[in-house]
């Protein structure tokens, strides 16, 4: 499965943004769904996980609250609505397919990533 992510730009803090990644096949509704941020000299960090049907997700701490992951499995597509964002939100955030259809936050289960885009909350 190809992975496209797209809705990253410049927001002041307090803002919102909406993330989406597109996905490509017929196979997307059987795949969990998560997204991760990284900045630059730091490891990947886990940001939110749906399960292939809806029915799990979690968050990390540092997002619970303002953050939610959604997915519409008809237009094989997974969001990430993020509010009240933070100057420590900014990062490259990456979507990424777990093939067993899990909410999984660990990166090493998932085993397709998309090529990232660039959140950057001014404070």
């Known amino acids: 499965v190809q992975l496209q992510a797209s809705g990253g730009g410049l927001v002041q803090a307090g803002g919102s943004l909406r993330l989406s990644c597109a996905a490509s096949?017929?196979?997307?509704?059987?795949?969990?769904m998560g997204w991760f941020r990284q900045t630059p000299g730091k490891e990947r960090e886990f940001v939110a996980t749906i399960s292939r049907s809806g029915g799990s997700t979690y968050y990390a701490d540092s997002v619970k609250g303002r953050f939610t992951i959604s997915r519409d499995n008809a237009k094989n597509t997974v969001y990430l609505q993020m509010n009240s964002l933070k100057s420590e939100d900014t990062a490259v955030y990456y979507c990424?397919?777990?093939?067993?259809?899990?909410?999984?936050?660990?990166?090493?289960?998932?085993?397709?990533w998309g090529q990232g885009t660039q959140v950057t909350v001014s404070s």
């Open positions: 096949g017929r196979t997307f509704r059987s795949y969990g």
């Open positions: 990424a397919a777990e093939a067993r259809g899990l909410a999984a936050i660990d990166a090493a289960w998932y085993d397709y």
